[in-house]
């Protein structure tokens, strides 16, 4: 049993910055699954957001947000971060933290993650 919970959504205004935080905890959990953040804005499908390693040596971004977001774990803790530069209107959604069981190494694939946290809303204003 793997339990994930999210904190740090809230309310933005258009370039301003917010940092999600996903803590990681239950009797099954491995410090060695890669970890990822998903979205799913209002009408859309869930979207790849960022993925970290195992180790945290090694991040992924979707397109949409590289050179804006980093992801980031604390790997004693249990704890993996997004941290969200420059918000932009149409990134309001809430945003879900995952972990995979099937790789350490980190994936945009949504189908390798098995644990999903119950998601933190972020709205950004125009």
């Known amino acids: 049993q793997v339990q994930l919970v999210e904190s740090g959504g809230g309310l933005a205004q258009a370039g301003g910055s917010l940092r999600l935080s996903c803590a990681a905890s239950?009797?099954?959990?491995?410090?060695?699954?890669?970890m990822g953040w998903f979205r799913r804005a209002p009408g859309k499908d869930r979207e790849f957001v960022a993925a970290?390693?195992?180790?945290?040596?090694?991040?992924w971004y979707g397109d949409p947000v590289k050179g804006r977001f980093t992801i980031s774990r604390d790997t004693s803790n249990n704890i993996v971060y997004l941290q969200m530069n420059t918000l932009k209107p149409e990134e309001t959604a809430v945003y879900y933290c995952?972990?995979?069981?099937?790789?350490?190494?980190?994936?945009?694939?949504?189908?390798?993650?098995?644990?999903w946290g119950q998601g933190t809303q972020v709205t950004v204003s125009s």
């Open positions: 239950g009797p099954t959990f491995n410090s060695n699954y890669a």
């Open positions: 970290v390693s195992w180790n945290g040596g090694g991040t």
């Open positions: 995952a972990a995979s069981s099937k790789t350490g190494w980190g994936s945009p694939d949504l189908s390798v993650y098995y644990y």
